[in-house]
């Protein structure tokens, strides 16, 4: 279900990038789409004045549809998850390192001759 709801997310995310940029800005820089008069003059979908309105109408489902699979999504995940404190956890024991062997002695040498000193 939440793989669903994710792919829903950012297929929705992505068109309403596309339609947000396929808007003409109100300075007229920005807008990739619209412009220019001409168009039948009907005030119809393909006039600029109604391929705007058309344009901001699915903006704004999207965007509704966009907010509704996020609260969908963090309800399943809400849900999903148990409360827990980390105080109230039990510790988890910690592995002891492998015992490190003690190193090997050297054999004994044989003591050298002592030399007598001069008194």
């Not at 829903?8 to 309403?16: F, G, R, S, T, Y």
């Not at 509704?68 to 148990?82: D, E, P, S, T």
Request: charged fraction near 10%.
């Amino acid at each position: 279900m939440q793989t669903l709801l994710l792919v829903i997310e950012l297929v929705v995310a992505v068109l309403l990038i596309v339609f947000v940029l396929l808007q003409r800005s109100e300075g007229g820089a920005l807008g990739i789409g619209g412009g220019g008069g001409g168009g039948g003059g009907f005030g119809g979908l393909f006039s600029p004045r109604g391929a705007a309105d058309t344009l901001t109408r699915t903006t704004s489902y999207l965007a509704i549809i966009f907010f509704v699979v996020c609260l969908a999504l963090n309800i399943l995940v809400a849900r999903g998850h148990k409360q827990q404190s980390l105080l109230d956890s039990q510790p988890v024991p910690t592995r002891s390192l492998p015992a490190v062997p003690k190193p090997v002695q050297p054999a004994p040498t044989q003591p050298s001759p002592s030399v007598p000193t001069p008194h």
